[in-house]
């Protein structure tokens, strides 16, 4: 009955759980909590994945407010400020993505780790072999979970496959490549030297 006399309110519309409160003889929190434990989608707040254009704007007022999560999701318009907050947070926990190089690298220092296992990898040592230069903050857990990510994406049955295996067919997807991709250019260097030589 409660979801029932809620919806059938034109109120309902404008999110407004006070005066929604008062009408049916409950809180503006008791509403608010029912509702979104019933699932009821108010017409102001979009629960969908979120847009590009509210991507765009909330990385916008992000910049321009930092953490107010309810200047942010005013200015957004379609979310509220817990959503806002919750983006933010997995952002932050989410990793970035390794470029070419950084995959390549991170696959070199694996294929000479001396196991024969994956969960023989030592994941605090790898970030001591890891170029300073490319991230200094780097740690163990954060290689490990692109490693696993890179590993679930390249290769098919990896679950079948042996750490050797493994390490295999992701150097020769992504360090094969690279590596003629050199080769080439050192050969087209070297003809261009000797056709000044012979000029």
């Given at each position: 009955?409660?979801?029932?006399?809620?919806?059938?309110?034109?109120?309902?519309?404008?999110?407004?759980?006070?005066?929604?409160?008062?009408?049916?003889?409950?809180?503006?929190?008791?509403?608010?909590d029912?509702?979104?434990?019933?699932?009821?989608?108010?017409?102001?707040?979009?629960?969908?994945?979120?847009?590009?254009?509210?991507?765009?704007?909330?990385?916008?007022?992000?910049?321009?407010?930092?953490d107010?999560?309810?200047?942010?999701?005013?200015l957004v318009g379609?979310?509220?400020?817990?959503?806002?907050?919750k983006?933010?947070?997995v952002?932050?926990?989410?990793?970035?993505?390794?470029?070419?190089?950084?995959?390549?690298?991170?696959?070199?220092?694996?294929?000479?780790?001396?196991?024969?296992?994956?969960?023989?990898?030592?994941?605090?040592?790898?970030?001591?072999?890891w170029?300073?230069e490319?991230?200094?903050?780097?740690d163990?857990?954060?290689l490990?979970?692109?490693?696993?990510?890179?590993?679930?994406?390249?290769?098919?049955?990896?679950?079948?496959?042996s750490?050797?295996?493994?390490?295999?067919?992701?150097?020769?997807h992504?360090?094969?490549?690279?590596r003629?991709k050199?080769?080439?250019?050192?050969?087209?260097?070297?003809?261009?030297?000797?056709?000044?030589?012979?000029d």
């Amino acid at each position: 009955w409660y979801q029932r006399r809620v919806r059938d309110m034109e109120i309902c519309s404008e999110n407004r759980y006070a005066e929604i409160g008062r009408v049916i003889g409950r809180s503006a929190g008791s509403v608010r909590d029912r509702l979104t434990k019933v699932g009821t989608k108010l017409p102001s707040r979009n629960r969908d994945r979120w847009s590009d254009e509210e991507i765009k704007t909330f990385e916008d007022a992000q910049d321009k407010f930092g953490d107010d999560w309810k200047k942010i999701s005013a200015l957004v318009g379609t979310r509220t400020w817990k959503q806002c907050a919750k983006r933010a947070e997995v952002a932050q926990k989410k990793p970035a993505e390794l470029n070419e190089d950084e995959q390549v690298i991170l696959l070199e220092i694996l294929d000479k780790e001396p196991v024969h296992f994956i969960d023989e990898i030592n994941w605090k040592e790898i970030p001591e072999k890891w170029p300073y230069e490319l991230d200094p903050q780097i740690d163990g857990n954060m290689l490990k979970e692109k490693f696993f990510r890179l590993m679930q994406y390249r290769v098919p049955f990896y679950s079948h496959l042996s750490y050797s295996d493994i390490i295999e067919l992701l150097m020769e997807h992504f360090c094969k490549p690279r590596r003629d991709k050199s080769k080439k250019q050192s050969e087209m260097i070297n003809e261009s030297i000797k056709v000044e030589v012979v000029d």
